[in-house]
């Protein structure tokens, strides 16, 4: 069985200030691992996905995450927020031969002038 | 560019009324699936497809019922709609193999039944 849990279901940064998005999961198999971000009346668009190698991440719109297999996570950076990245984000996780998605509870993004 | 379509996009509609709302995919993906969203809320998944005459329940109970009679289409269908219905209705495909490749979304359908 595989889980996602979003700490944070808000949170507000500054504009120009670090957005980190914490997301941790749980696999029995070696996950993929994805961030997704759903601007408002939107469905959702792929940002990043972990699958094998490299183990930091970059994705669009100037993001990135990092696979910590020790620490189970796959947490959501950003070094610089901007007004147009305030949307909900949604951490997923599949693997094996479970190519269903299981998504977190998702956290909403303010950013503030 | 889309490469899966879901129309409607907003449809506000009186109670029991029939609806099918409509998703079709031009990436002959094989898998396909149905979630349902309130604002600001988690996704459920309501309805998934493996391919053509395959349909299975997801882990939210839904009054809805799906069809794959063609790869590229899933529609989703109301026999008679209730304001409890009214919500935003998210298609998605994969294509075949691993879970290493995600999902495609559509924009989604905003149903509201009043």
């Known amino acids: 069985a595989q889980s996602v849990t979003q700490l944070g279901s808000h949170v507000s940064v500054s504009e120009g200030a670090l957005v980190l998005l914490r997301c941790n999961y749980s696999?029995?198999?070696?996950?993929?691992l994805f961030w997704y971000v759903q601007y408002p009346n939107q469905g959702l668009q792929l940002l990043l996905k972990y699958t094998t190698g490299a183990t930091l991440v970059k994705g669009i719109n100037g993001f990135e995450a990092e696979f910590k297999k020790s620490e189970t996570s796959f947490h959501l950076t950003k070094p610089s927020a901007h007004m147009s990245d305030a949307a909900e984000y949604f951490c997923a996780v599949s693997g094996g031969s479970n190519y269903k998605l299981t998504f977190g509870k998702g956290t909403l993004l303010t950013v503030n002038p | 560019e889309a490469d899966i379509y879901q129309t409607p996009r907003y449809l506000v509609i009186g109670t029991g009324k029939k609806i099918t709302l409509e998703c079709s995919q031009t990436?002959?993906?094989?898998?396909m699936y149905w979630y349902q969203q309130d604002p600001g809320m988690e996704l459920h998944l309501i309805h998934y497809?493996?391919?053509?005459?395959?349909?299975e329940k997801g882990d939210l109970s839904s009054e809805s019922t799906v069809s794959r009679i063609r790869t590229e289409h899933f529609p989703l269908t109301l026999e008679s709609a209730r304001p409890s219905h009214t919500s935003q209705y998210l298609c998605?495909?994969?294509?075949?193999?691993?879970?290493?490749?995600?999902?495609?979304f559509g924009s989604g359908t905003r149903l509201t039944v009043v």
């Open positions: 998605a495909s994969s294509g075949p193999g691993t879970g290493s490749y995600g999902y495609t």
């Open positions: 497809s493996y391919g053509v005459n395959s349909t």
């Open positions: 990436m002959g993906h094989d898998k």
């Open positions: 696999s029995s198999v070696p996950p993929y």
